[in-house]
């Protein structure tokens, strides 16, 4: 079937970009050490997925308190803003537009990876006990290691928190970013705010729907103080069940938060679908409701065909659908969309770290 939809531009914020095929923020690992830095490898990387019409780039730390695996990149420093700088460079160079993920993992994180070893933050106490974070051991042995309990925040430690967003998307922008996408889905800090069964808080930020949605909400505003709405977007998973998520009110958490998006002229409101972690599918109804409380670009994410992504937009439920394993393997995935071409198929033990094999030598159709 011809993508009538799917290849057409769209306007996100003040920019126009050149299709509705996205590229999903994807952990790889790569990031040079010390300091957790982008590269020129990670900008090539970027670069040969420019025809995508937004990239969003891998999660990526806004502290180092923020960290839960090894050799992510942060942007909390200026060696890790200069090196962002050459990826986004090199993307605006061939032509593409990118958003930077901004991050912090909260509880799913081990004291190896914090600073002097101290325990991992979150709203509440509660160890995420079937998860693991990737960690360095002093050996120098890379592996998996259980997440540590952590340590519940004070109320006075939040602004700090929202300060390390909004000095984040300032970076970004010096960076030359043409958005930041913040991270409030899969089972990390803000999203563990918004869960019923991981905030047992007894503040303002715990409670009912609008106190647990205060702390993203409160990141949101000073993101947009510093860099303007139109250069925000957030990420959101209802009915995530990973990373030990419990959440008795997640639909109607995301149907309150999009209309607070909505209201605050978000650009875009990036969904990440839970079925491939084991989560319910999505009903229709809920992506109505979804539609309808939010005006800005709402984005799917979610294991689509080109043709099921097509169909959706031409539905009018979704403006645009972001891909995130077949960009792994498909540099050139905008071109095998338009050609009717095969895709190939990702290497999954080069997923995450190591160089450029699996990761920049995928070969296009040109090639």
């Not at 806004?62 to 695996?69: D, V």
């Not at 290691?145 to 340590?151: N, V």
């Not at 949101?220 to 957030?234: H, P, S």
């Not at 005006?295 to 979610?302: A, D, I």
């Amino acid at each position: 079937m011809a993508l009538d939809k799917l290849l057409t531009p769209v306007r996100i914020g003040n920019l126009s970009v050149a299709n509705r095929v996205f590229m999903a923020p994807l952990t790889r690992s790569r990031a040079a050490q010390p300091g957790d830095l982008p590269t020129e490898m990670n900008a090539r990387y970027y670069a040969q997925r420019a025809s995508a019409g937004l990239i969003v780039t891998e999660a990526t730390q806004i502290s180092r308190q923020g960290q839960g695996y090894a050799w992510t990149p942060g942007i909390y420093t200026d060696a890790q803003q200069a090196g962002w700088k050459q990826v986004v460079d090199a993307v605006h160079a061939a032509g593409g537009a990118i958003s930077l993920q901004l991050w912090h993992v909260g509880r799913i994180s081990n004291r190896l990876l914090q600073e002097d070893g101290l325990d991992p933050v979150a709203p509440s106490a509660i160890r995420a006990a079937t998860s693991k974070s990737f960690v360095v051991q002093p050996d120098g042995t890379p592996g998996n290691a259980p997440t540590d309990t952590p340590r519940a925040l004070e109320t006075a430690e939040l602004p700090g928190i929202v300060a390390d967003y909004a000095a984040a998307a300032r970076r970004a922008v010096q960076a030359g970013f043409d958005f930041v996408e913040i991270h409030a889905a899969n089972g990390y800090l803000l999203h563990q705010f918004l869960a019923t069964g991981v905030n047992q808080r007894g503040d303002q930020y715990g409670g009912g729907l609008e106190n647990r949605a205060r702390l993203l909400l409160e990141v949101i505003d000073a993101v947009v103080a510093e860099i303007g709405a139109d250069k925000v977007g957030v990420r959101l998973s209802p009915n995530f069940v990973a990373h030990d998520i419990e959440d008795a009110e997640s639909e109607a958490m995301a149907i309150h938060l999009a209309q607070q998006f909505s209201r605050r002229k978000l650009a875009y409101l990036h969904i990440a679908e839970p079925d491939w972690v084991g989560g319910p599918v999505l009903t229709a109804e809920f992506r109505t409701a979804l539609r309808q409380a939010f005006s800005g670009v709402l984005v799917f994410c979610g294991n689509y065909s080109a043709e099921k992504a097509d169909a959706l937009i031409a539905a009018g439920t979704a403006d645009a659908i972001a891909f995130g394993r077949p960009y792994i393997a498909n540099p050139d995935l905008v071109a095998r969309f338009t050609q009717g071409a095969g895709l190939n198929t990702p290497d999954q033990s080069t997923f995450y770290g190591g160089a450029e094999q699996g990761y920049t030598d995928y070969p296009t159709l040109a090639a």
